[in-house]
């Protein structure tokens, strides 16, 4: 089993920055992808940002060149440093883990862009 926790959610003016973090707990050892999706009132869960064990990132076309996936693999967290946010931004964010064909999910952060 693998735990995830995410933090640094929170309300943000438009054009602003905000930086989630995800601590991966349990049997990481193995996990090949992490990432983070997100998903908005009324609307289904959508892939913000993945990495894979590799180092390999992808993207949502939304997203490219404002937001930014990184990981501190000492600390087993990884990083959403989102820039030149918008109100089209808000939304639950959801850090995921997959491990041998399994996927695991944290709790959420709610992320408000609005003046």
């Known amino acids: 089993q693998v735990q995830l926790v995410e933090s640094g959610g929170g309300l943000v003016q438009p054009g602003g920055s905000l930086r989630l973090s995800c601590v991966a707990s349990g049997s990481i050892v193995s996990i090949y992808t992490r990432g983070w999706y997100r998903q908005a009132p009324g609307k289904q869960r959508e892939l913000v940002a993945t990495?894979?064990?590799?180092?390999?990132?992808n993207y949502a076309d939304s997203v490219k060149g404002r937001f930014t996936i990184s990981r501190d693999n000492a600390k087993n967290t990884v990083y959403l440093q989102m820039n030149s946010l918008k109100p089209e931004d808000t939304a639950v964010y959801y850090c995921?883990?997959?491990?041998?064909?399994?996927?695991?999910w944290g709790q959420g952060t709610q992320v408000t862009v609005s003046s």
């Open positions: 995921h883990a997959r491990r041998y064909g399994a996927d695991y």
């Open positions: 990495m894979t064990s590799g180092g390999s990132t």
